[in-house]
T-cell receptor, first 113, second 116 residues
């Protein structure tokens, strides 16, 4: 079974630009969560989508948004990029159920110049 | 809110040494607990899980027991290998019936280095 696929693996942007990251979950998984990983803040939850609906959201500004398509693939968008948005962005998918483990992709490394 | 605290790192061991990485948590209800491992340049891989009190998760020689009385989920391995060098994360989710959908709360991570 194919794992979670994130594209692209690396991105370099400049301040003020916007960026879209993509995530394809494991087949059959309908829940997709996004996380930001930085050396200073560790792993922080961004949001979760299920059946094209955002069910949960972390404490990030409105510049961070996402969506999920009918095939469960998900995208996240960051607008007006800031230097502090440089991070590894991880996507995870899971079957329905809060006791189910999440399975992570290898992430997208975003660097802001 | 929910929180996870891992032992201060990094941890440096010789091959075949015994490993313990401490993890304690604060949560309401009955969370599910997980250990994830991250190798350089990769995402997180699920190492083991436990979904209720006294459950023992195990995988690849690693073990952890869900201790509700001490709110702990310590990771142990009897004999580490060089290939175990990685960053280890303890995490919790609200568990069955919880409403904080899709959110894992992570500890700060523990860097493990194993020398030959």
């Amino acid at each position: 079974k194919a794992g979670v696929t994130q594209t692209p693996r690396y991105l370099i942007k400049t301040r003020g630009q916007q960026v879209t990251l993509s995530c394809s979950p494991i087949s059959g998984h309908r829940s997709v969560s996004w996380y930001q990983q930085t050396p200073g803040q560790g792993l922080q939850f961004l949001f979760e989508y299920f059946s094209e609906t955002q069910r949960n959201k972390g404490n990030f500004p409105g510049r961070f948004s996402g969506r999920q398509f009918s095939n469960s693939r998900s995208e996240m968008n960051v607008s007006t990029l800031e230097l502090g948005d440089s991070a590894l962005y991880l996507c995870a998918s899971s079957p329905e159920g809060q006791d189910q483990p999440q399975h992570f992709g290898d992430g997208t490394r975003l660097s802001i110049l | 809110g929910d929180s996870v605290t891992q032992m201060e790192g990094p941890v440096t061991l010789s091959e075949e040494a015994f490993l313990t990485i401490n993890c304690t948590y604060t949560a309401t209800g009955y969370p599910s607990l997980f250990w994830y491992v991250q190798y350089p340049g990769e995402g997180l891989q699920l190492l083991l899980k436990a979904t209720k009190a006294d459950d023992k998760g195990s995988n690849k020689g690693f073990e952890a027991t869900y201790r509700k009385e001490t709110t702990s989920f310590h990771l142990e391995k009897g004999s580490v290998q060089v290939s175990d060098s990685a960053v280890y994360f303890c995490a919790l989710s609200p568990g069955a019936g919880g409403t904080s959908y899709g959110k894992l709360t992570f500890g700060q991570g523990t860097i493990l280095t194993v020398h030959p």
